[in-house]
């Protein structure tokens, strides 16, 4: 799973001043251009009901204990 630009602003870490103007542009951005955020809004919504959905999760969980049951013993 990885964040895309239609949910979200990415801001690249770095020093805490770097961080810092990185937020409040992205914030800027936001404010500025409404409608964008509206867009992905609408976009961030859609993708947690898709990807975190409790039967979602459930199956991936399922997955991840029997991949690990599966798998090869170190004994």
Do not use: F
């Not at 020093?15 to 409608?35: C, F, M, N, V, W």
């Amino acid at each position: 799973m990885h964040i895309t630009d239609d949910c979200g602003i990415k801001v690249t870490p770095g020093s805490p001043k770097e961080t810092i103007h990185g937020l409040a542009a992205a914030l800027k951005r936001l404010y500025l251009d409404r409608e964008m955020g509206c867009r992905m809004g609408k976009a961030a919504r859609h993708r947690a009901a898709e990807m975190y959905h409790w039967d979602k999760l459930g199956d991936r969980l399922n997955g991840i204990y029997q991949a690990t049951m599966s798998a090869p013993s170190n004994d």
